[in-house]
C-alpha cells in the first residue's frame, strides 16, 4: 500500500504564556514562564501553591452562556484551539469531503473539575442524587474530540487518546496514520487539559509529582536540572490540522 505524505496546515493555540499561536510563539523565543501563584483556589494550605493557569481566559469570548455550561474547561479549550487552526488553515468546509474528515483528541484526565464539583455537591446534601445531567457528558475525555466534530460536520474516524503526558503526542501520531494509510484525508488533532484544582494539584502532590518551589515559581520548571524535584502542572491546548500532501496542495493550502 502506498503511505501518503502528511503535511500540517494549521495551528492553534491556547496556552499560559498566550491566548494564540503567535502570542504563543512570542512569548516562548522571549524565555517568558507562565508559571505564577494559583488564583483558581486557595491553595494556601497545598504543598504546592503555583501552577501555569491561563491568563485572561473569559468563556464568554468565545461561547454563549448556556453553550459554556455545558461544556468542561477542558473541552472548551479544545474548542478555542481548534477554532484557532481550522481558520489558520482556510480550509473550505462546505467543499471538504466531511467523511473523509476526523477528530482525533487527547486528554489525560478529561473533565476533573467536573467531576470534583458534581462529587462535592452530592457530599454536601442528604443523599439525595441531584446531579447534572452534564455530569457525564461534560467529564468523559472524549466529549472534546465530539463537540469538534459536531462544530465542523466532520463525519470520519473521530475519538480520544489517553496516555498521560503522551495522550497528545498519540492523538497526532493516531491522526497522522490513518492519514498515511488512506483512512481519511484530514484531521482536527491535539489535546487539552485542565486540572488545576483542589483534586488535581492535591492528587499531584500525593504522588510527590510536583514541584514545590514555591518561593520562585518561574524557575521550577526544570526537567534536565540536578535539582529538579517534580513538574509544574498547566492548563490549555494544542491544535494541529493535519493533511494529506496533495489534498492540501489541490486547494492551495499554506
Known sequence: MHKRRVVV???GALTPIGNSVSEFWDALVSGTSGAAPITRFDATKFKTQFACELKDYNASDHFDRKEARKMDLFAQYAMVAADEAIKDSHIDLEALDKDRAGVIWGAGIGGLETFQNEVLSFAEGDGTPRFN????PKMIADIAAGHISIKYGFRG??????????????????AFNYIKWGKADIFISGGSEASINE?????????????TRNDSPQTASRPFDKDREGFVLGEGAGALILEEYEHAVARGAN
Open 199 to 211: 483534586a488535581g494539584v492535591g492528587g499531584f502532590n500525593a504522588m510527590h509529582a510536583l514541584s
Open 133 to 136: 445531567p452534564f455530569f457525564i
Open 9 to 11: 496546515t494549521g495551528l
Open 157 to 174: 474516524p473521530n475519538f480520544a487518546t489517553v496516555s498521560a503526558c503522551a495522550s497528545s503526542t498519540h492523538a497526532l501520531i493516531d
